[in-house]
């Protein structure tokens, strides 16, 4: 935007400035410059120096972090790091480590938190959000604050938990220092401005006027391989544990990670880089009016591919999202895309949206953009997909195992597959590579004392963790009891790992497990059921310092087992639901009830 030079202030020279100036300015450096110019009074500039030096309060800064992956706590840690290089003293700290009560103490907070699901908070963020949205919440008319949301644009309830500690926190008096950065999945390059906005605005409360780059110095403190960086690993073995006639197909991949240097702990997790289905990408490309070997640049590097293994390996094209459709329908002319997204037609969007992708929403409207290049501007990079690793690494050196479920349904007249589960499963053989990283995932691991029992619930694919703990703690001899709850369809053909459970029931390493077959019966009978049938033993561990372990789905399996917890908490320990419910929720504080859910 040119300056007006007759209606504005400014001479021709300065308005000349002025205008080669603004374009290059990040909007972290425009936050920062307008913050700088209004405090840029007569007097003030001196004055606010003066009263920062007497306040040393106003350098320190404090990281709080929700996280179930792991993904909120690395951003943590690495913006703890780079505070600290600019002269802040940093605390960081999960939420659920946090004393509440040293909230209304702080000056300077940041809050880096994902959203789980149905827009609830992780599990480690589930006490401090009750605590900030309770009547306890403290006044915080001192307080300066900004929040960095991690989310998925393809789920309805999108960075719903940094929303909610955004306007809370406003609510409660808080002032922003910086505005909400709302993070899809690729968040490293939105994650580095806002935290170059972050430094900014506090450098420029300290009345400094240097304006720091920090992209560089959250990206140099990734290891050699990471999510960024992915390794080509080598598949080892890729077989189905499912017996004939299962209605379920199940892959155990074995994978090398020699000369990789990455490491793991029972209770991580492994990316995978997938890459699309070539038979939907040629269904796609039949529709579209553009050559498939047309170049297109893919992102900011300047990448180019064609348009062909562009679709294949870099762009998703399984999923359509609101703000897909949005960003669509600035560069389409469709009445009935512009009617899909008007005013009052929430529900009937959602409805669209769900269950259909790109070659679908193309049949439907059509394409957007003059040429091949603005079509796919448009899209995302194809979202990695994290698997809970099934193997100990002290068991299998230089090697990573998984369990992966082949996702496969029909759905609006089309037959779908699961983008990274079907990649795994008919497209990865022995002599292959496939590009992967270590997730860390310190809200699932063993208990520090090797004695403490265990107790396993892991149904279906559930089972993979538990598959890598036990691999663990027959190594190091760990002496602590294990119980193991597992379900699926059919005992004779949906066992996961069986032989391997037997020889560990045989040699004691585990000393418990109950099964649970749903489809064996005329009444379906699932863990829970067992847990419940096994109420008084349970509890009996439990009161001893038995750890318990969920991993699964999110959406029923983990809320039907925290449930039936509560229940046997209630009946075995003559408490009310309240408090067997807050009785739960103090062994997850104590780092005693783990859930890796899905």
């Known amino acids: 935007m040119q300056l007006q030079v007759l209606n504005s202030p400014f001479n021709q020279e300065q308005a000349e400035l002025l205008n080669r100036?603004?374009?290059?300015?990040?909007?972290?450096?425009?936050?920062?410059?307008?913050?700088?110019?209004?405090?840029?009074?007569?007097?003030?500039?001196?004055?606010?120096?003066?009263?920062?030096?007497?306040?040393?309060?106003?350098?320190e800064v404090t990281i709080l972090y929700g996280s179930q992956t792991g993904n909120a706590k690395g951003l943590a840690a690495k913006s703890g790091k780079t505070l600290e290089s600019h002269g802040f003293q940093v605390t960081v700290s999960a939420m659920n480590e946090f004393k509440s009560n040293n909230l209304k103490k702080i000056q300077n907070l940041l809050v880096i938190v994902s959203t789980q699901g149905e827009g609830d908070p992780p599990d480690n963020a589930l006490s401090f959000h009750e605590f900030l949205h309770s009547k306890r919440a403290p006044k915080l008319d001192g307080l300066q604050f900004s929040v960095l949301a991690l989310g998925d644009t393809s789920y309805e309830y999108f960075c719903q938990t940094g929303k909610q500690f955004d306007a809370r926190l406003e609510e409660l008096g808080g002032t922003r220092l910086y505005p909400r950065f709302d993070c899809d999945v690729d968040f490293d390059v939105p994650a580095a401005e806002w935290l170059e906005g972050v430094i900014a605005s506090l450098s420029a409360a300290q009345g400094e006027t240097s304006v720091p780059e920090v992209s560089a110095t959250l990206q140099a403190s990734e290891s050699v391989y990471s999510r960024t960086n992915p390794f080509k690993a080598e598949v080892l073995e890729n077989i189905n544990l499912n017996g004939r006639g299962s209605n379920k197909e199940t892959r155990h991949l074995e994978i090398s990670l020699e000369g990789s240097g990455l490491t793991y702990e029972p209770g991580d997790a492994l990316g995978i880089i997938p890459q699309n289905d070539p038979e939907l990408v040629e269904e796609l490309l039949s529709e579209l009016k553009w050559s498939p070997e047309e170049s297109v640049t893919i992102n900011k590097q300047g990448e180019v591919l064609s348009l062909r293994e562009a679709f294949i390996s870099h762009f998703e094209i399984t999923v359509i999202t609101k703000p897909l459709l949005e960003k669509a329908a600035q560069l389409?002319?469709?009445?009935?895309?512009?009617?899909?997204?008007?005013?009052?037609?929430?529900?009937?969007?959602?409805?669209?949206?769900?269950?259909?992708d790109l070659l679908d929403f193309v049949r439907d409207f059509g394409t957007w953009g003059e040429s091949a290049q603005e079509f796919v501007s448009i899209l995302r990079k194809i979202p990695h997909r994290l698997y809970s690793i099934a193997s100990s690494l002290t068991a299998n050196p230089d090697e990573v195992h998984l369990t992966i479920g082949a996702v496969r349904y029909e759905a609006h007249g089309r037959k779908r597959k699961g983008v990274c589960s079907i990649f795994a499963a008919e497209r990865l053989a022995p002599g292959d590579t496939v590009q992967v990283f270590v997730q860390k995932n310190d809200n699932f691991k063993l208990p520090d004392n090797p004695d403490a029992p265990i107790i396993m619930v892991g149904p279906g694919t559930g089972v993979a963790p538990f598959r890598s703990f036990m691999q663990e703690r027959e190594e190091t001899r760990a002496e602590g009891k294990t119980w193991m709850f597992f379900g699926d369809q059919h005992f004779r053909t949906d066992f996961l790992y069986q032989t391997e459970w037997l020889k560990w029931l045989n040699t004691g390493v585990l000393t418990k497990m109950d099964v649970a077959f749903s489809r064996d019966q005329a009444e379906k009978v699932y863990v829970q059921h067992r847990m419940l049938e096994h109420s008084k033993e349970l509890f009996t561990w439990i009161k001893d310092g038995a750890y318990v372990y969920i991993c699964g789905d999110e959406k029923h399996m983990a809320r039907d087992v925290h449930n039936a917890l509560v229940d046997i908490i209630e009946k075995e320990g003559g408490m009310s639901r309240e408090k067997a419910e807050e009785y739960l929720a103090n062994m997850q504080q104590q780092k005693r009830y783990q859930r890796d859910v899905y």
């Open 21 to 59: 100036l603004l374009p290059t300015l990040t909007e972290s450096q425009k936050f920062w410059l307008s913050g700088y110019l209004a405090a840029l009074q007569p007097n003030q500039v001196l004055g606010a120096s003066v009263q920062n030096a007497q306040n040393p309060q106003a350098k």
């Open 332 to 356: 389409s002319s469709n009445p009935e895309l512009q009617e899909l997204l008007s005013p009052g037609n929430e529900a009937k969007l959602k409805q669209y949206i769900e269950g259909r």
